[in-house]
């Protein structure tokens, strides 16, 4: 079965911390990782990741992918308490326009 | 564009009752899915279709769920009869056809069910 565990679950950081998300599949017929925000209402994209070692950036997020190791992380530079969310790993299997697996997700607050 | 539209936001009802969640996926999208969102069990797929013909429902909880997709800009997931334990965050999210698997999600009906 297919599986994408995420670490940790909870994560509470003061303002200008860095923090790393950590997220770890099994999955057959492994496509893509993707990233997802969520604070109070839908998830919203941040990364795709298909390939290893190649770090995808956004501003102070950076995401990067092991698929020899099976995992990914997400790291958080300076972090605001704009970053408060819980952050979504998501896998997709096989070909396109299927289902993602998601992980429980790391609910991260950043305090002032 | 609009984005996927969800309605109702919000949703209270007594057990029993009959619920119904509708869908209006990003116009050109050829995929909907329907996801629940739970503290305990986080983000789960419910069923998802392809092209409006559903493709897996396995993850459809029990008999009293069902899901339609009449044609290509709407959906709606029913549960009937609704019980407390089906309370969550019911999300739809869409995808267009493309080598990879972006999914842009709905703003989620929250369902308390008394």
């Known amino acids: 079965e297919d599986k994408v565990v995420q670490s940790p679950l909870s994560l509470v950081v003061h303002e200008g911390d860095t923090v790393t998300l950590n997220c770890s599949y099994e999955v057959t017929n492994f496509r893509s990782l993707l990233w997802y925000k969520q604070e109070k209402k839908a998830p919203t994209f941040l990364f795709m990741l298909t390939s290893s070692g190649i770090e995808k950036k956004s501003g102070r997020l950076s995401s990067i992918l092991d698929k020899k190791e099976l995992f990914s992380i997400l790291n958080i530079t300076a972090t605001q308490t704009g970053d408060s969310a819980i952050y979504l790993c998501?896998?997709?299997?096989?070909?396109?326009?299927?289902?993602?697996?998601f992980g429980k997700g790391t609910r991260l607050s950043v305090i002032a | 564009d609009a984005g996927v539209i969800q309605s109702p936001r919000h949703e209270v009802t007594e057990m029993g009752q009959e619920v119904t969640l509708r869908c209006k996926p990003i116009?050109?999208?050829?995929?909907l899915f329907w996801y629940r969102q739970t503290m305990m069990r986080g983000l789960e797929l419910l069923i998802y279709?392809?092209?409006?013909?559903?493709?897996?429902d396995s993850g459809m909880p029990e008999d009293r769920f069902s899901a339609k997709m009449p044609n290509a800009s709407f959906s709606t997931l029913k549960i009937q009869p609704s019980e407390p334990r089906d309370s969550a965050v019911y999300f739809c999210a869409s995808s267009g056809w493309s080598s990879y698997n972006e999914q842009f999600f709905g703003p989620g009906t929250r369902l308390t069910v008394l």
């Open positions: 116009s050109g999208h050829n995929s």
């Open positions: 279709f392809n092209n409006n013909v559903p493709i897996d």
């Open positions: 998501a896998v997709e299997a096989s070909t396109g326009n299927t289902p993602l697996v």
